[in-house]
């Protein structure tokens, strides 16, 4: 009976010490304001490129021991915007297209979203990482790169790169001759800052 006794009590003790050691996974919310998202559109396999910014509705990172391990951000891509069009005509009917049914079809999709699933760090705050990207209400995994920076004071700085095979998502999914003229996939360039 002592024994028994004996043997629960170690166990609780090694579990209360297990518990107290236990890295601590935080959230961090991302600061609207100050956060940026970079889309680049190519042409004729990368011959020229359109660019341009999205605006980013809500996010939050999970952050144990300084790296990242999850978090997710919804994307307003009712903010689509171009940057390298002077042509303010141009410019607009650009951004018309992309806002289109044969495009990202804002009207009906108004946000896009990304889960962050699994990470691997790789040191220097550099990670591999992969999650579920929603667009057009299609939900596809996706593998991607980035890196977390600490910036002091609960505040840290995640950059994200990836590749996105735009036909998965039925954005001009359709053949046409403009269709055949774009590349298949669209670059997203993502820095959060994210605070307590």
Known sequence: MIMKRNILGMMLIALVVLFAFKPIKESYTADLKISTLKWT?????????????????????????????GGSFVIDMTSITNNDLENEDKNAKLVEDLKSEEFF?????????????????????????NGDLTIRGITKPIEFEGSLTDMGGGKYKATVKMEVERTQYE????????????????????????GK
């Not at 053949?175 to 993502?190: C, D, K, P, Q, Y």
Request: zero cysteines.
């Open 171 to 194: 954005v001009m999914y359709g053949w046409t001759v403009e269709n055949a003229m774009l590349s298949g996939e669209f670059l997203m360039e993502i820095e959060i800052f994210v």
């Open 105 to 129: 079809y804002v009207e009906k999709f108004p946000t896009a979203k990304m889960v962050i699933k699994k990470v691997k760090n790789s040191g220097e705050g550099k990670y591999t990482a």
């Open 41 to 69: 559109g190519y042409h004729l396999a990368k011959s020229y490129e359109h660019n341009g910014n999205i605006k980013l509705k809500s996010g939050s990172l999970n952050i144990e021991e300084g790296n990242l391990v």
